[in-house]
């Protein structure tokens, strides 16, 4: 037990693709990427690679694609989903990993309505120990809204 407890702060402290039982836990170091501070979020929509609006995360790092733990859930709001906690029924939300600096976090702030239609919050990833954060809808989901586990919904 002790020694994975020093394993977990090592992690936590900055290690980097460390080996894990399951396969590779990554963890992301803002140290790591020079002097400007870096932020670590769960992109899960119009964001991701290949969508409409991917190239709001031009010149930022690729971490590798990922799954949050069951809690939560995207609802489409339209043309773009909206990240909500749902701990009764919650699904593994898939989506990827993105280290950005902090002029890009800012602009991206502004780009998801922060705060009032998005709030910038923690999300947990599976098989993953770092700080990251994601971008949760603030408002009342409709009633009617598809709901899934990643954007687009499949047809």
Not at 34 to 50: E, V
Not at 61 to 70: D, L
Not at 97 to 125: M, N
Request: glycine fraction near 10%; include cysteine; hydrophobic fraction near 40%.
């Amino acid at each position: 037990m002790q020694l994975a407890k020093k394993w977990i702060a090592w992690l936590v402290r900055g290690g980097r693709n460390a080996i894990h039982p399951g396969g590779v836990l990554a963890v992301v170091s803002g140290a790591e990427c020079g002097s400007m501070s870096r932020t670590t979020l769960f992109i899960y929509g119009t964001l991701k690679t290949g969508q409409q609006s991917h190239e709001l995360l031009a010149g930022q790092e690729f971490v590798r694609a990922v799954e949050t733990m069951p809690i939560y859930r995207l609802y489409s709001l339209g043309w773009h989903p909206g990240l909500v906690i749902d701990k009764t029924s919650g699904l593994r939300v898939q989506g990827e990993l993105w280290s950005v600096d902090d002029q890009t976090l800012a602009k991206l702030d502004e780009y998801e309505g922060v705060p009032h239609w998005y709030s910038r919050d923690f999300v947990a990833i599976a098989d993953l120990v770092a700080d990251v954060q994601a971008y949760f809808f603030n408002g009342p989901v409709p009633t009617d809204a598809p709901s899934g586990d990643r954007w687009p919904f499949p047809a």
